[in-house]
């Protein structure tokens, strides 16, 4: 069964720092791009940061360009997102996700992990 397992969140102070990982498990064919999202409390998801599969390529979202870093390991199916300057306002679920091809004869399909959460507070 292919899945997506985020870990590392947790309640850090303001100004903080963590690492978050996404581990992908299972059969998978193929190269694939992988995303962080984060959802907030009464709030809808929002987009944090992609990578490609080389890692050559990566996009953040607007409020944490600069503060976040999203980067891959392939041989361990593992994604990062090194947070920095953490904010009270990054407290939030964060879930990775990735459209995901489970054999050659079927197209990729989209795989959300179950979150992690991290809590940012004094």
């Known amino acids: 069964q292919v899945q997506l397992v985020e870990s590392g969140g947790e309640t850090v102070p303001p100004g903080g720092s963590l690492r978050l990982s996404c581990v992908a498990s299972?059969?998978?064919?193929?190269?694939?791009?992988l995303a962080w999202f984060l959802q907030a409390p009464g709030k809808e998801r929002e987009f944090v940061a992609s990578?490609?599969?080389?890692?050559?390529?990566?996009n953040y979202g607007d409020s944490v360009k600069g503060r976040f870093t999203i980067s891959r390991d392939n041989a361990k199916n593992t994604v990062y997102l090194d947070m920095n300057s953490l904010k009270p306002e990054d407290t939030a679920v964060y879930s990775c996700?990735?459209?995901?091809?489970?054999?050659?004869?079927?197209?990729?399909?989209?795989?959300w992990g179950q979150g992690t959460s991290v809590t940012v507070s004094s």
């Open positions: 996700n990735a459209d995901l091809r489970t054999s050659w004869t079927q197209l990729p399909s989209r795989h």
């Open positions: 299972g059969r998978i064919f193929g190269n694939y791009a």
């Open positions: 990578i490609n599969w080389s890692g050559s390529r990566t």
